[in-house]
C-alpha cells in the first residue's frame, strides 16, 4: 500500500523518494487500512528498502501455490516485458504458466496480448511503451526459464517453510535475479459469495447485481452516503455493465431509496463497456445518468467477441480495430448530443497515438489514465489537440 518509486538516480532523487514513501503511510488508503484492522495511526514503523534496480527485459511475479484455487501442488508464474511493474500494477494481461511442483512439467502456457512495456530510463524514471502486434503476442518465457524459474521458487518455499509470493526478473544477458520474497497473506476465497459463472465478463455483475441483490447493493449505498453525510462530496456512483434500460431503472430506484439522487452535486454514472448503451443510450438519459465512461479494453472484448487472455483468441483483439473506432465515433457525439458528460479508462489513450486523437475529435470531456501513463497521456493528448485546431484553423481559412 505504500508506494514504490523506480530507477532512481542520484542522491538526492533517492532522498526524496525516501521522503516519498514515508509519506505514503498517511495516503487515504492506508490510512483506511489501519483503521478497519484496528491500527494506531501514529504508531506504526516503516523501512524503506532501496535495492538496485535491474534494467530487466522480462519481469514478473511468482505464487509457489496457486492463488485462485489455495492448490499447493502447483506454482504459478505470470510475465510481461519490461520492468515488473506493469505486472504488479495490472497495466498488462501477463503470460501464464502453471507448473506441477512434484514433476516440474508445465500444465499450462498462456500467451496473452501485451499492449505496452514499462522500461527504465537513461537518466532515471521509467516509460510506457507500446507493443506491436508482433511483440505483444511474443512468449515472454521459454520451457527452460520457466522450470528454471519454478526450481528457484521451490528452493525459496523450502527455505521459509511456507508458501511464498515473489517477484523475479531476467536481464538483457539472460540471468535471472528474484528481487522480492514475501508469505502469500491471502490465497482462495469469496466462493461462497460469488456465483459461479462460466465466462464472468458476462457472468451476473454491474447492474444487474445491483438490481438482484438490493441488499448488498443496499450496504454499499449505505456506507457512500454515510461518506456525503461526513461532508466528502467528490464520491459518486458509477453503475458497470448496464444491459438494459430496465437495470439502470432498478438500480437507480434502489439509489434514490437511499437518499442520494437528490442530494445537490450527486452524480449517476454508467460504464459503456456493453455495446447496446449506443442503441440506449436515449432511454438511458431519460431515466437520469450525468454521463458515461467507455472502458475501451471491455468495450473491445464485447464488440469484437475478443478475447485477450485466451490463446486462440487473443489475436483478434485490437482496440484500434474499426469496429471499435467507427463505435467510438458514433457514442461521443451522442452522448454530447443528449446532454451527457463523457470520459474513458484503459491503456489505449496512452498507448497509441490514434487512440488519442480518435477520442479528442469525438470530442470527449475527460482521459482517464494510470498515474505512471500520465505524461505520455498528455503528449499524445496535446498533439491531437493541435492537429485539429490546425485543421480548424485551415478550414477557416477564405479562399484566395
Known amino acids: 500500500m505504500t508506494e514504490t518509486f523506480l530507477n532512481v ?11 516519498s514513501c514515508w509519506a505514503s503511510m498517511f495516503s487515504a488508503r492506508t490510512v483506511f487500512y489501519r483503521a478497519k484492522r484496528g491500527f494506531g495511526q ?5 523501512a524503506v528498502v532501496i535495492q538496485r534496480q535491474i534494467a530487466s527485459t522480462r519481469a514478473g511475479v511468482m505464487f509457489t501455490i496457486n492463488p485462485a484455487s489455495a492448490d499447493d501442488s502447483h506454482l504459478v508464474i505470470e510475465g510481461a516485458f519490461g520492468l515488473g511493474e506493469s505486472v504488479v500494477s495490472g497495466s498488462v494481461s501477463p503470460d501464464r504458466y502453471l507448473v506441477d511442483k512434484r514433476t516440474l512439467s508445465i500444465l499450462v502456457r498462456e500467451v496473452h496480448v501485451k499492449e505496452v512495456a514499462i522500461e527504465p530510463l537513461a537518466d ?27 526450481r528457484t521458487g521451490l528452493t525459496i518455499e523450502r527455505h521459509y517453510d511456507t508458501p511464498q509470493d515473489t517477484e523475479w ?17 491471502a490465497v482462495a476465497g469469496g466462493d461462497r459469495f460469488e456465483p459461479e459463472a462460466a465466462n464472468p465478463i ?13 441488499e448488498m447493493f443496499g450496504l454499499e449505498l449505505a456506507a457512500l452516503r454515510r461518506v456525503w453525510d461526513s461532508g466528502h462530496r467528490n464520491l459518486h456512483v458509477m453503475l458497470r455493465f448496464v444491459r438494459t434500460a430496465a437495470e439502470l431503472r432498478s438500480c437507480r430506484a434502489l439509489i434514490a431509496g437511499a437518499g442520494l439522487i437528490d ?21 438511458y438519459a431519460q431515466i437520469g445518468i450525468a454521463g458515461i465512461s467507455i472502458c475501451s479494453g471491455d468495450l473491445t472484448r464485447l464488440l469484437l467477441g ?18 471499435v473506432t467507427a463505435y467510438l465515433s458514433q457514442l461521443i457525439p451522442q452522448a454530447r448530443a443528449l446532454g451527457l458528460q463523457t470520459a474513458s479508462c484503459g491503456q489505449a489513450p496512452s498507448a497509441f497515438p490514434e487512440s488519442a486523437d480518435l477520442l479528442v475529435r469525438a470530442g470527449i470531456d475527460a482521459i482517464s489514465v494510470d498515474l505512471d501513463d500520465v505524461d505520455p497521456s498528455r503528449q499524445l493528448i496535446a498533439a491531437a489537440e493541435q492537429r485539429l485546431l490546425l485543421e480548424s ?8
Do not use: H, K, N, Y
Open 9 to 19: 538516480r542520484g542522491a538526492d532523487a533517492v532522498l526524496d523518494a525516501v521522503r
Open 169 to 185: 526478473c531476467f536481464d538483457a544477458d539472460g540471468a535471472l535475479w528474484m528481487v522480492q520474497s514475501r508469505p502469500i497473506t
Open 124 to 150: 532515471g524514471g521509467t516509460v510506457r511503451r507500446g507493443l506491436d502486434d508482433r511483440e505483444a503476442l511474443a512468449t515472454v518465457l521459454d520451457d527452460e526459464e520457466v522450470l528454471l524459474l519454478a
Open 202 to 214: 458476462v457472468g451476473c455483475r454491474g447492474a444487474l447485481r445491483g438490481a438482484r441483490d438490493p
Open 263 to 283: 442530494l445537490p452535486g450527486f452524480e449517476l454514472w454508467i460504464m459503456a463497456e456493453a455495446p447496446s448503451v449506443l442503441f440506449s443510450l436515449g432511454a
Open 393 to 400: 484553423a485551415r478550414a477557416a481559412r477564405p479562399i484566395q
Open 42 to 46: 501514529a504508531d506504526q514503523d516503516i
Open 306 to 323: 475478443a478475447d485477450p487472455d485466451s490463446d486462440l483468441l487473443a489475436g483478434t483483439f485490437d482496440e484500434r480495430d474499426p469496429a
